[in-house]
């Protein structure tokens, strides 16, 4: 008697599908605006007056009014000096009879002049100075909201999507197993 035994392997099969993950993302933003700053500012330059009137005056440059007032009190002294001295003339003159002779020493006195030199080139006087001051006047912007001082923002969250799908896997028999008994007589 023979008896034969076949046996078959059992196979499984397994089919799996990967699971997948996508996460897209927007990104976040600020968006921030800003007025321009605006600040007025307005100068008054500064200002420097020399006068040399004075030193020029004193060689002879001087204005019309100013020569002919100093021309006219010139004239008045001269005319003073020349009564004062035609009256010392006189009274030198009423005293001849006490002796000397007065009318030779008034000749003398006349035919020798003495010159008077006044000033020169070169001015005494200095020039003079009036000096303003320059101004600057800032005027700052008006404040509408002291919370935001010039800037306004928004702010913009991103977003985040996310899409997910699970793996799979199956299990499954390729082959069941077998066992095969043969007998023989």
Do not use: C, W
């Not at 005293?95 to 006195?109: D, F, H, L, S």
């Not at 935001?148 to 028999?173: C, L």
């Amino acid at each position: 008697m023979r008896i034969e035994i076949t046996t078959q392997h059992g196979l499984i099969g397994i089919k799996t599908t990967p699971g997948k993950l996508n996460i897209e993302q927007t990104p976040a933003r600020l968006e921030i605006r800003q007025e321009i700053g605006q600040i007025s500012i307005k100068t008054k330059k500064p200002k420097l007056k020399i006068s040399q009137y004075e030193a020029m005056a004193q060689m002879g440059y001087k204005r019309a009014s100013d020569a002919t007032a100093e021309f006219a009190r010139i004239g008045k002294q001269n005319a003073l000096n020349y009564i004062a001295a035609k009256a010392k003339e006189g009274k030198r003159l009423q005293t001849i009879e006490k002796g000397g002779n007065p009318i030779r020493e008034i000749a003398i006195e006349k035919a020798s002049r003495k010159i008077e030199r006044k000033g020169g080139f070169t001015p005494f006087a200095r020039p003079s100075f009036n000096a303003e001051p320059a101004e600057v006047t800032i005027t700052p912007p008006e404040v509408k909201n002291a919370a935001h001082i010039g800037y306004e923002a928004d702010y913009i969250p991103g977003k985040i999507d996310i899409d997910y799908r699970r793996g799979q896997v199956n299990i499954y028999m390729r082959r069941y197993p077998e066992v095969k008994i043969d007998i023989t007589l």
